[in-house]
Nanobody, 123 residues
Framework: VQLVESGGGLAQAGGSLRLSCTASGRAFGTYTVAWFRRPPGKAREFVALIIWSGTTTDYADAVKGRFTVSRDNAKNTAYLQMNSLKFEDTAVYYC?????????????????WGQGIQVTVSS
């Protein structure tokens, strides 16, 4: 399984970006998908997750109310809509997935990872 992120780039504080995560493989609809990020000089941290059906999501406190995770299984794609961006949202964002039905905010439980995409928010 390969995951490819797109949609990153530069945004102004208060602005919006939408990240996409497109997966190869037919079983994407069974995966739990999560987004993580690595801010400059810091460890990678959990951002959001969505289960296979899309009926359950979870968010880090830092992004609740501003970010929305969604998915379109017919397109093998998950999304992270980021609104009201803040300077501290600047990071490399990673899409991750596991095919074991595990719902976790811990990166150790995710088998498949994208290469990461830069999001830079100017203040």
């Amino acid at each position: 399984v390969q995951l490819v992120e797109s949609g990153g780039g530069l945004a102004q504080a208060g602005g919006s970006l939408r990240l996409s995560c497109t997966a190869s493989g037919r079983a994407f609809g069974t995966y739990t998908v999560a987004w993580f990020r690595r801010p400059p000089g810091k460890a990678r941290e959990f951002v959001a997750l969505i289960i296979w059906s899309g009926t359950t999501t979870d968010y880090a406190d830092a992004v609740k109310g501003r970010f929305t995770v969604s998915r379109d299984n017919a397109k093998n794609t998950a999304y992270l809509q980021m609104n009201s961006l803040k300077f501290e949202d600047t990071a490399v964002y990673y899409c991750a997935a596991n095919d074991r039905g595990i719902i976790s905010t811990t990166e150790d439980f995710y088998t498949y990872w994208g290469q990461g995409i830069q999001v830079t928010v100017s203040s």
